[in-house]
């Protein structure tokens, strides 16, 4: 939770307080260490009661065992522990609406523990998120006066409320996208509330220095059972609560406490760099090939890394390294007074992991192509030849051959396009395929079939054909196509097959047992 500046003057790491003597900030990181550590033991085992467990899948996680959901109730406990002990001897250092900010956080715990255990609609989610979020910035009074970026000031005024509101509900969310690796987010929130504690060591904010060492410290008592192989996760509950304090604690930077104009933009964007960059590439990736941007897939940050051969443990350590060389930055541009060193930061490790092939390479080149088709004017567009697009989102896996297949039959039927999408999520297959004869198609001209692509009752793929020769008999398009598609549900099946057999050795193995 956020507190006032109690005094402007510092000595070392220590903050005055009134004729209480001086309260060590190391105190207060080491209250939230050791009540996270003490915490969470009791916490797993009511977890486990509850219900509050992720459980084993024999595709994703196999030979895992029952693991509990609690990381950010414990958090939450040690929080709490170092507060009772630190604020008896802060007098006058909590004001009446901070009250508001605590009941805020209340409710993106309680919205965390019961998704966790019941699971909620997305919808439902978000609108406790929303009003979560309302409760911390208006009565919390949490609001974005103004921002600064490149040395340009922007005073919002009511638009403040509704910037604040979006960062913390997109903090909970791409959070907790990135919360699919033991020790990752973790890693990521560390990295951010050490920058944090820097820069309110730096501005003179007492407030942020005293929040940022609970955070920091709540994090690393609970890292401690979170390191592979994790003993607790975060849950719901743990994610979002991390995300709501590391936006918050960003804003706390600029607010109007902080003898600063305004909020710069590179402090929030800094400390949420991986979550944002994960979120957006989530959002192109899914938008650009036409599926649901709520649709589940393994391309997140982690799901490439581990795709790439790190293990958990290493890429725990590059989300730290990476954040840690952004905080850097941070500091630096608060100590020069320009943001631009940050935003350089920034470009090159958004750079680095596109340029090596880690991660979001994919989604820069739909981008890429998508601006260059914006770029043409309209009639050029049209008149060009046909336009092809095959994209590997994820994986390895051999699918040129059979999109080129598709292809062959949309050309020789003179079908005007066709997109192809296979998602295995369970194999980490991902593939998209879209191509265009360049004639436009006029929707009340047009017609549309899906041919969906399943086996063992699953689908795992879809084709998409769009034509406006109305004279087509679909059961013509259908049966040219079915070798096609009966070539690819093999491919899919065997993959499928292949990969629930590695699991069932896995498992059978970890449990000390001999596969049938």
Not at 102 to 109: E, P
Not at 419 to 444: A, C, N, Q, Y
Request: proline share 5%.
């Amino acid at each position: 939770m956020l507190v006032t500046p109690v005094n402007d003057s510092w000595i070392g790491l220590f903050v005055p307080v009134h004729d209480s003597g001086l309260i060590p900030i190391v105190g207060i990181f080491a209250c939230a260490t050791v009540g996270t550590l003490l915490a969470m033991p009791a916490a797993m085992m009511a977890g486990m009661r509850m219900g509050l467990v992720d459980q084993p899948d024999v595709r994703r996680k196999p030979g895992q065992l029952p693991i509990p959901r609690v990381g950010g109730l414990a958090m939450v406990a040690g929080a709490a522990m170092a507060g009772l002990l630190a604020l008896p001897r802060m007098p006058g250092i909590l004001a009446p609406h901070h009250a508001w900010i605590g009941l805020g956080l209340l409710l993106v715990v309680a919205l965390g523990v019961l998704d966790d255990r019941f699971g909620m609609r997305g919808r439902h989610k978000l609108l406790g998120q929303i009003v979560s979020s309302m409760l911390i910035v208006l009565p919390g009074q949490q609001s974005i006066h103004a921002i600064t970026i490149f040395g340009i000031h922007w005073e919002l005024g009511g638009w403040g409320a509704f910037l604040a509101v979006f960062l913390l509900v997109g903090a909970m969310n791409s959070a907790n996208l990135l919360d699919g690796m033991d020790g990752f987010l973790g890693s990521v929130g560390l990295a951010s509330g050490a920058t944090l504690l820097a820069l309110g060591l730096i501005g003179d904010l007492s407030g942020v220095v005293v929040a940022s060492s609970l955070f920091v410290g709540c994090l690393l008592g609970f890292l401690y059972f979170n390191r592979p192989p994790a003993r607790v996760y975060l849950g719901d509950c743990g994610s979002m609560l991390v995300g709501a304090s590391i936006a918050m604690l960003a804003m706390a930077c600029g607010h109007p406490g902080a003898h600063s104009s305004g909020l710069p933009l590179a402090v929030p964007a800094g400390v949420l760099f991986l979550p944002i960059i994960d979120t957006l590439a989530a959002v192109v990736r899914r938008r650009l090939t036409g599926r649901s941007i709520y649709s589940a897939d393994r391309s997140h940050l982690h799901h490439c890394l581990a795709l790439a051969g790190f293990k958990p443990a290493r890429a725990a350590c590059l989300a730290f390294l990476v954040g840690a060389a952004v905080g850097s930055m941070l500091v630096v541009s608060r100590l020069t007074g320009s943001d631009m060193p940050a935003w350089i930061a920034m470009s090159l490790a958004g750079g680095t992991l596109v340029g090596t092939g880690l991660f979001g390479r994919a989604e820069a080149r739909l981008v890429a192509r998508r601006l260059r088709e914006l770029a043409l004017p309209h009639q050029v567009r049209m008149s060009q030849p046909d336009a092809d697009l095959a994209l590997h989102l994820q994986g390895k896996g051999h699918w040129d051959e059979a999109w080129l297949q598709f292809v062959g039959l949309a050309r020789k039927m003179g079908i005007g396009a066709i997109t192809l999408d296979i998602d295995m999520p369970w194999v980490s297959e991902s593939f998209h395929g879209r191509w265009e004869d360049g004639v436009e198609l006029e929707p009340g001209l047009a017609w549309k079939l899906d041919l969906p692509v399943s086996a063992t009752g699953r689908v795992f793929g879809r084709v998409c054909l769009r034509s406006f020769k109305l004279d087509q008999p679909v059961d013509k398009v259908v049966s040219e196509f079915q070798p096609a598609l009966e070539s690819l549900r093999q491919k899919v099946l065997a993959l499928d097959l292949a990969a629930a057999a590695v699991n069932h050795d896995f498992s059978a193995h970890s449990a000390g047992g001999v596969a049938p």
